[in-house]
């Protein structure tokens, strides 16, 4: 017999180094002990204006806008798909990952056309692409893509690509669940209309929370919609009227999750965006000098391209993916994620976002990653690894 009733739950300190949720800092925890107040409570409603303003700096967007759906990242995907779109209306999904085959399928289920347009798995999209699908598509209303690739750490450049979707009068929805906080975002010069992200990624609270930010003319085209969203929870102009001053009750906040929030846009703001942007930035940098000392192959090619919040590497000829990340989580307490789709057994993938973003955790990761690979007898150059990853940090 199972005896719940009178065990306390007690999970272990993992060091979270995969593709999220990341490491929570103990301020967020314990806001979320705090107690819950009524989602009426007027000392409540100056909590959400806290969040938004946080929320507007941290999306670098002067939208005023910006508000968390209740619900994980798929939620404000979900969100930015079915107010943007209604069936009949055309829309361009650019797939090159996981998360891109996500949006397309939640376009179709919306009833609307769905082009989509691919470029392999661990590059970026060449400009050109997008134009010549935006000329053979003149109708489109939407174009919509994600700006750091969770499956293949890659992060699209996105100036241009901005500029070709306003030049065909076409709505921009861009997925910022892996860069928020973690790689500078810039929103309204790359005219980004439905822009979304999450909380367990770069912001280091828990699932649970999708914050989302709308400019005025994706608030206009909701306005001018035909037809009413098909998704009651997720409809933006009834969420609205509760955001904004008028309070109007639509459903209960997760409150808990709400003073997470806060405090984890407290804590980046309190770091401010360049210092965190260049941490990730140098902490990404040793931790793929170091992988390719241990004998590793990046699976990004172009270092430009690369997400400095998720780092992506090939799992070598002859080594069991399974068997060495059971060992890292078994014998080290270290998770990292395994590839998805097509790239399942094939990658690793390692998350250095936000909080989990610190040498400590890297080095750690180098440090266990030549030992369990030796075990398998993948000849590592371990000590060389932490050494070569250590002079990155010291700007050696
Ligand atoms: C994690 C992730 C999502 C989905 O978020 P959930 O919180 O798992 O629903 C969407 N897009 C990207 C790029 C992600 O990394």
């Given at each position: 017999?199972?005896?719940?009733?009178?065990?306390?739950?007690?999970?272990?300190?993992?060091?979270?180094?995969g593709?999220?949720?990341?490491?929570?800092?103990?301020?967020?925890?314990?806001?979320?002990?705090?107690?819950?107040l009524?989602?009426?409570?007027?000392?409540?409603?100056g909590?959400?204006?806290?969040?938004?303003?946080?929320?507007?700096?941290?999306?670098?967007?002067?939208?005023d806008?910006?508000?968390?759906?209740?619900?994980?990242g798929?939620?404000?995907?979900?969100?930015?798909?079915?107010?943007?779109?209604?069936?009949?209306?055309?829309?361009i999904?650019?797939?090159?990952?996981?998360?891109?085959?996500?949006?397309?399928?939640?376009?179709?289920?919306?009833g609307?056309?769905?082009?989509?347009?691919?470029?392999p798995?661990?590059?970026?999209f060449?400009?050109?692409?997008?134009?010549?699908?935006?000329?053979?598509?003149?109708?489109?209303?939407?174009?919509?893509?994600v700006?750091?690739?969770?499956?293949?750490?890659?992060?699209?450049?996105?100036?241009?690509?901005?500029?070709?979707?306003?030049?065909?009068?076409?709505l921009?929805?861009?997925d910022?669940?892996?860069?928020?906080?973690?790689?500078p975002?810039d929103?309204?010069?790359?005219?980004v209309d439905?822009?979304?992200?999450?909380?367990?990624?770069?912001?280091?609270?828990p699932?649970?929370?999708?914050?989302?930010?709308?400019?005025?003319?994706?608030?206009?085209a909701i306005?001018?919609?035909?037809?009413?969203?098909v998704?009651?929870?997720l409809?933006?102009?009834l969420?609205?009227?509760?955001?904004?001053?008028?309070?109007?009750?639509?459903h209960?906040?997760?409150?808990?999750?709400?003073?997470?929030l806060?405090?984890?846009?407290?804590?980046?703001?309190?770091?401010?965006?360049?210092?965190?942007f260049?941490?990730?930035?140098?902490n990404?940098?040793?931790?793929?000098?170091?992988?390719?000392?241990?004998?590793?192959?990046?699976?990004?090619?172009d270092?430009?391209?690369?997400?400095?919040?998720?780092t992506?590497?090939?799992?070598?000829?002859?080594?069991n993916?399974a068997?060495?990340?059971?060992?890292?989580?078994?014998?080290y307490?270290?998770?990292?994620?395994?590839?998805?789709?097509?790239?399942?057994?094939?990658?690793?993938?390692?998350?250095?976002?936000g909080?989990?973003?610190?040498?400590?955790?890297?080095?750690?990761?180098?440090a266990?990653?030549?030992?369990?690979?030796?075990r398998?007898?993948f000849?590592?150059?371990?000590?060389?690894?932490?050494?070569?990853?250590?002079?990155?940090?010291?700007?050696?």
């Amino acid at each position: 017999m199972v005896e719940w009733a009178n065990s306390t739950l007690n999970p272990p300190e993992r060091i979270l180094m995969g593709p999220g949720p990341s490491l929570i800092p103990p301020r967020v925890y314990r806001a979320m002990s705090a107690p819950v107040l009524g989602y009426m409570d007027p000392l409540f409603h100056g909590i959400m204006d806290d969040v938004k303003s946080l929320l507007r700096r941290a999306f670098n967007t002067s939208n005023d806008m910006c508000f968390p759906i209740s619900g994980t990242g798929s939620a404000g995907m979900e969100t930015a798909v079915c107010n943007s779109l209604e069936p009949g209306d055309h829309a361009i999904v650019l797939i090159n990952g996981f998360y891109g085959d996500r949006i397309a399928e939640m376009a179709r289920r919306v009833g609307a056309e769905v082009t989509t347009v691919e470029a392999p798995w661990g590059t970026a999209f060449d400009p050109s692409v997008v134009k010549n699908a935006l000329n053979n598509h003149r109708q489109t209303k939407v174009v919509a893509m994600v700006h750091g690739e969770t499956s293949t750490g890659v992060v699209q450049p996105m100036d241009e690509i901005g500029k070709m979707v306003k030049e065909h009068d076409a709505l921009l929805i861009l997925d910022t669940v892996t860069s928020l906080t973690g790689y500078p975002l810039d929103l309204d010069g790359w005219g980004v209309d439905f822009c979304y992200s999450g909380t367990q990624k770069c912001l280091n609270a828990p699932p649970g929370l999708s914050p989302i930010s709308i400019s005025p003319r994706g608030i206009d085209a909701i306005s001018q919609r035909r037809s009413p969203v098909v998704n009651w929870y997720l409809d933006v102009s009834l969420i609205m009227n509760y955001w904004d001053q008028g309070r109007a009750y639509h459903h209960t906040p997760p409150i808990s999750m709400i003073y997470a929030l806060r405090e984890a846009l407290a804590i980046a703001e309190e770091e401010g965006l360049p210092s965190r942007f260049e941490r990730h930035a140098r902490n990404a940098s040793a931790l793929q000098a170091g992988l390719e000392a241990l004998g590793l192959e990046l699976f990004v090619k172009d270092p430009a391209h690369r997400l400095p919040s998720l780092t992506t590497a090939l799992v070598p000829e002859g080594v069991n993916d399974a068997q060495l990340r059971s060992a890292l989580l078994n014998e080290y307490n270290i998770e990292i994620g395994g590839g998805q789709g097509p790239m399942a057994g094939k990658l690793w993938r390692v998350g250095l976002m936000g909080y989990s973003s610190h040498p400590r955790n890297l080095l750690a990761l180098l440090a266990a990653l030549h030992d369990l690979l030796n075990r398998q007898g993948f000849r590592a150059d371990g000590p060389g690894a932490v050494a070569v990853a250590t002079r990155v940090l010291t700007g050696g």
